[in-house]
Every structure is written in structure tokens, then in C-alpha cells.
């Protein structure tokens, strides 16, 4: 199946300092802007890396770093990056120029499809996996009943663990039943993906060769 074409979006941890200390002292601001650029961050990102800075008492250069920031722009407004947001999901801030923007929205829209078509896979994939740990525990469960019965002389006693027993086989066979439906989905789901990706495979290879 088409694989290349999911990739995996890296996470970023929330509340920490865009700067550190030293890229605060340093005060390459077109650079630093260069990079915010190529990351598609929009202006009011400037204000975080003030927040940033604040405790040093250093102000930024604002002009060299939004120069910097359209410079990285022009990389990051393209088709092949806007397929690998789509892909990963991410949020699009809106900082592609008029002129940039349509190819890059057709590349997200492309990545966007393949998402999609991955999430749809992997919960076709979870669901059997879920099916299949309720089928152990059950039968871990008809296992405790059953030396529970050898264990036990009260006829009650008994009588009840049968019944459980009973209800428990019932709901083995009925999740048996629902994993042999839901791996028959799963066989439709991968038929389903795989031309899917395949199609995106063609608009994304149309779409990087105009």
C-alpha cells in the first residue's frame, strides 16, 4: 500500500518558550524569522518570542524579523508543503500570499484526503483490536466460572454460575461474530485505502509536475 505517503506529524510541547536565552542575546531576528517562516507561523507569533525575551530585557527586531518570515514563506507556501500539513493534519494560519496560496491549498487538500483515508483505516484496524481483547476477556472470564464451579457444592451456587456462564458463552459467540463482520469491513477498508491513496498519489504527482 501507498505508506510514503502518511507521514507522521511530530508534536510540539505547549508552553514552552519559542526562544531560549541565548537565541535571545544572539538577536538573530531575520533568521529566526526565516525559520518561523518555514514553520507557517503568522505575525502574531512575533509577540511570543517578545514573551520570550521579556525576562532578559531584550526587545526583537520586528522589521528583520518579519523580512525573514516572508523570505521563509516562499518555501513554505508550495504544494509539497502544503501536502505534508494536510497530511499531518496541522493548522494552516492563512499566511500564503494570493499568489502562492492556490498550490498550496491544492497540496493540503491532497494531504487532507490522505489523512482522512489513514484515520479510516485505523479504525477499521482498532475495532477488531478492540473486538478481539472483549473475546480474551471473556474467555477469561467463562475460565474463572468454570473453577469456580469445580470449587463450589451449593447447588444455588452452582446453578448461578451456569447461568453466567451461559449469558457469557452467548456474548462469545456474538463478538466472535462481530469480529468475522468487522474483519470483512477491514478487507473492504484496505481495498477502499489503497485506491484512494493511489488517486491522491496521481493528483499529488500532477500537481508537483506543473
Known amino acids: 500500500m501507498y505508506r510514503g505517503l502518511i507521514f507522521i506529524a511530530a508534536l510540539s510541547l505547549a508552553g514552552c518558550a519559542t526562544l531560549t536565552k541565548e537565541e535571545c542575546l544572539e538577536g538573530n531576528w531575520h533568521a529566526i524569522g526565516v525559520n518561523d517562516g518555514l514553520d507557517g507561523e503568522p505575525p502574531k507569533h512575533l509577540d511570543e518570542h517578545r514573551r520570550a525575551c521579556r525576562p532578559y530585557d531584550i526587545e526583537v527586531d520586528a522589521a528583520l524579523w518579519e523580512a525573514g518570515r516572508r523570505e521563509g514563506l516562499k ?4 504544494a509539497r508543503i502544503g501536502y505534508r500539513v494536510g497530511v499531518d493534519d496541522k493548522t494552516y494560519h492563512g499566511v500564503c ?8 491549498h491544492a497540496g493540503r487538500e491532497i494531504g487532507l484526503e490522505v489523512n482522512r483515508l489513514a484515520r479510516r483505516l485505523a479504525s477499521a484496524r482498532h475495532e477488531i483490536e478492540s473486538i478481539t481483547w472483549r473475546i ?12 469456580r464451579l469445580h470449587e463450589t457444592s451449593d447447588w444455588a451456587a452452582k446453578q448461578s454460575l451456569i447461568d453466567e456462564k451461559s449469558e457469557l458463552q452467548r456474548r462469545l459467540r456474538q463478538l466472535e461474530s462481530d469480529r468475522y463482520d ?18 491522491a498519489q496521481r493528483r499529488l504527482d500532477a500537481l508537483l509536475g506543473q
Open 75 to 78: 518555501s513554505y507556501c508550495t
Open 97 to 104: 500570499p494570493p499568489e502562492r496560496a492556490p498550490r498550496f
Open 182 to 199: 468487522a474483519e470483512r469491513d477491514l478487507i473492504r477498508e484496505e481495498a477502499y485505502v489503497e485506491e484512494g491513496l493511489k488517486n
Open 136 to 147: 480474551s476477556q471473556t474467555d477469561s472470564d467463562i475460565d474463572d466460572i468454570e473453577r
